[in-house]
């Protein structure tokens, strides 16, 4: 069989957020959560029964209104020694792990020592292990003084951001090399609010332009301060990037395709521009654009109806490596409880990954989302990202065969090449 090999210093991570996974904080999201949780049980047939394959084994998770409640989450903050040796285990050699503001700066301009304390241990521990860190600054919690003073909507933002980022360098730079200023942008502004279902829920075209144009002006506000304090930091922006595909070369569908292109990948990056040393990659969604968006087949679909398309990412490193930068898979996963489809996932995208690599893209490394199962935001615990299922109510940890396939991966610094007998990837590749 034949091996193919990723470079040498690849490396091979795992994600996780603090909000997701730590358990006890105390944010705008906390907030929210408290006030919408009978909600989003309620309306969770509307939004599940139809998308989700597995919805009659996971209803009676998503109608309870507890699931919404981020409450003690993995208690990961308690219970990452044990987690990172677990990702020791599987052989992983980076962890992407983010901080949480409000825990940091719970009152504006109060930093906290004893959490500044927390963090180092984190990073101590992520070290000990022979693992390479990288550190998101801001993933989509805010502390509940900035958001009651509008969050992202307010320009001010930017500056407490700054002030809050130029104190947390300052105490990790001789820890990290790698930032990620923030994490996907594009899906708070959209879902917070253009769409409205994430705090602070506004639905607002101008809100949304706004809040688009704060977090890259925030990004772009760090940068240099982060490399004043260190110049030797890698500082990266992460975005969640959809591979846009039309159905038929008619020229509304390349439009169509033109603009979701520009939107979502030249105009943030574009404005960006020189302020950045890496981009990192979140890779969920295919789009296929018929007449209109959102035309997809859906062969193969994940516990929350999401399409498996791993052919896409060969397609977002395409458009992405015309920005000349290193990249970073940052995130890429699956909501699989019953981890049918994870291993094969992993595969197939490495695979893609890999032809792209062949083909000039600098990709240098890759974070499976998740390392753990965790609090999938408006959502809830039930739908399963991690290489680790977590038993919420013993807090029991169990690695999962995907996780131990991904080990071998890394163990071998290479994916088995093609299974041609695969019907819905021998599709993709006759796409490519
Ligand atoms: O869980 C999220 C994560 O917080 C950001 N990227 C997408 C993941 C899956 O939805």
Redesign the pocket.
């Known amino acids: 069989m034949n091996l193919l090999e990723f470079p040498k210093n690849f490396l091979w991570g795992a994600s996780t957020?603090a909000h997701?996974v730590e358990g006890n904080n105390h944010n705008d999201w906390t907030e929210w959560e408290k006030k919408q949780a009978e909600h989003l049980a309620a309306d969770a047939p509307r939004r599940f029964e139809k998308t989700s394959p597995v919805w009659e084994q996971i209803k009676h998770q998503a109608t309870d209104k507890n699931n919404y409640i981020s409450g003690l989450a993995c208690d990961h903050y308690r219970r990452f020694e044990a987690d990172l040796d677990l990702a020791k285990q599987l052989g992983l050699t980076a962890y992407r792990f983010s901080i949480e503001w409000s825990r940091i700066e719970p009152k504006q301009g109060q930093f906290n020592e004893q959490e500044i304390e927390h963090y180092r241990e984190l990073l101590k521990a992520i070290k000990a292990r022979g693992m390479v860190p990288f550190v998101t600054l801001w993933?989509?919690t805010l502390p509940l003084w900035v958001s009651e003073q509008g969050g992202w909507r307010n320009r001010r933002t930017i500056e407490y951001f700054s002030h809050y980022v130029a104190h947390v360098v300052e105490a990790y730079k001789n820890d990290v090399k790698y930032w990620v200023t923030t994490?996907?942008q594009e899906?708070v502004a959209g879902e917070a609010y253009f769409l409205g279902h994430w705090p602070p829920q506004q639905r607002s075209l101008l809100s949304y332009l706004r809040v688009t144009n704060n977090l890259i002006d925030a990004h772009r506000a760090v940068y240099p301060i982060i490399k004043a304090l260190d110049s030797d930091a890698e500082v990266g922006i992460v975005n969640?990037y959809v591979y846009f595909d039309v159905e038929h070369r008619r020229a509304l569908n390349r439009l169509l395709k033109s603009v979701a292109n520009w939107w979502g990948y030249y105009y943030s990056l574009g404005r960006i521009g020189r302020r950045l040393d890496f981009i990192g990659l979140?890779y969920?969604f295919h789009n296929r654009i018929n007449y209109w968006f959102s035309r997809n087949t859906n062969e193969q679909v994940s516990d929350l109806g999401w399409e498996i398309y791993p052919g896409g990412i060969y397609h977002v490193l395409k458009l992405l490596k015309r920005f000349k930068k290193p990249i970073y898979i940052t995130?890429h996963?699956v909501a699989d409880g019953k981890d049918k489809y994870r291993a094969k996932y992993i595969d197939d995208s490495l695979r893609q990954i890999h032809r792209s690599i062949s083909e000039g893209a600098d990709v240098r490394g890759y974070f499976h989302?998740?390392l753990l199962d965790?609090f999938?935001?408006d959502k809830g615990f039930w739908p399963r990202?991690g290489l680790i299922e977590i038993d919420y109510a013993t807090q029991e940890r169990k690695i999962r065969d995907s996780a131990l396939h991904y080990a071998e991966i890394i163990k071998a610094n290479a994916v088995t090449s093609n299974d041609l007998n695969n019907l819905t990837r021998r599709k993709n590749y006759a796409r490519l």
């Open positions: 957020s997701q993933h989509w994490n996907e899906s969640g979140n969920y995130e996963g989302w998740s965790n999938e935001w990202f």
